[in-house]
């Protein structure tokens, strides 16, 4: 598996509020827009198995946002990673794996990595944080932050050993961190798990917002959110949010285009008789 750059770790919980809103970052504007902005896209062939897929840049490149989605799951899979790095060579990528829950499926289905890359900017470090391992923790999240004066560029996250039991539930973007939130499936999971954020950072880009859009309440089995970023923008990353689901609803598609980032959940097997919704996070910056 592949290396992990080093980040200076801290720690803080990041709480929301549920309004839609669109928010200019206050920073000092960099110099450039983002250079050479490119999106990298791997996947994997269809099966019922486990899998696992990485997304590479282009040598010279850096990651500097993050998207994963599953094909054919049918909110009976979970993506328990969806991790940023740096290689020993240099190389940065994004690494994706996802597992079957524990009623698995008889579907195939298929894992898909996307990486969003541009030439190397000022400042660019991927910090993680990691929550103290427990069964049905008290407080299931953690929040890993941007260092100085940098700003969130796009973020990731890993569920340690939940093995397809615990599932991310909120994956939050702020101006200088990103707030991961998990929870374990209905049935509960007696080993102990942890959550690692990843926040991508750098120097502020010109025009860097977070757009926030937020879903209906409802009862359906599938709900879909995009957060758009203005006319002459693009993103660099994004995030989602599952508000009502508690652990019953699955973040399966985090899905990032040239000027959005759509966020898909799904109820799992057993359904879910109250209302949930989802939000979606757009990180943008002027193109």
Known sequence: MPDISAGKILMAVGFFAASMLTATLSATPAAADIPNRDVVDASTAPSVANKAVTASCDPGQQIIGTGAWVAGGGGDVRITEMRPGVNS???YYLYVAAAVDEDGT????????????????PGLEIVPATSTPASDPANPSISARCTGARKLLGAGYKINDGFGQVGIDDFRVFSGSVAAVAREDDTGFATSWSVTAYAICADPLPGLQIVERIGAFQSDYVNTVNARCPDGQKITGGGGMIEGGLGQVILEDLTNESDRYTVTAFEDDNGWSSTWRVYAYAICADD
């Open 89 to 91: 060579q240099g190389i």
């Open 106 to 121: 008889s579907n195939t289905w298929s894992l898909h990595a996307s990486a969003i890359c541009a030439d190397p900017l």
